[in-house]
């Protein structure tokens, strides 16, 4: 069974960084590609991206395109969501899942706020 974890939410200033990670574990990670996707209060889910297997990004959305980078260790089983220039719009319950939809992590809240 796969499990996923995500890590590294918090409080960030407008203008800030934050990195989350979501550790793989149940199964082998090399056999999935990864997505990261959030959630607003009041707002529908909102794919981020994705990474496959060998590690090419796509499809990011336009809201975070320039500002996010995903990125994945496959020796260490984990995937990362680095965020630059941080708005307060990306406060959100951000969640890490399968590409196809799965698998998905409890979230991990980030808040960007003055």
């Known amino acids: 069974q796969v499990q996923l974890v995500e890590s590294g939410g918090g409080l960030v200033q407008p203008g800030g960084s934050l990195t989350l990670s979501c550790a793989f574990s149940?199964?082998?990670?090399?056999?999935?590609?990864m997505s990261w996707s959030r959630q607003a209060p009041g707002k529908e889910r909102e794919r981020v991206g994705t990474?496959?297997?060998?590690?090419?990004?796509?499809n990011y959305a336009d809201s975070v395109k320039g500002r996010f980078t995903i990125s994945r260790d496959n020796a260490k089983n984990t995937v990362y969501l680095q965020m630059n220039s941080l708005k307060p719009e990306d406060t959100a319950v951000y969640f890490c899942?399968?590409?196809?939809?799965?698998?998905w992590g409890q979230g991990t809240q980030v808040t960007v706020s003055s």
């Open positions: 899942h399968t590409r196809g939809g799965g698998y």
């Open positions: 149940g199964s082998t990670f090399t056999h999935y590609a």
């Open positions: 990474i496959t297997v060998s590690g090419v990004t796509l």
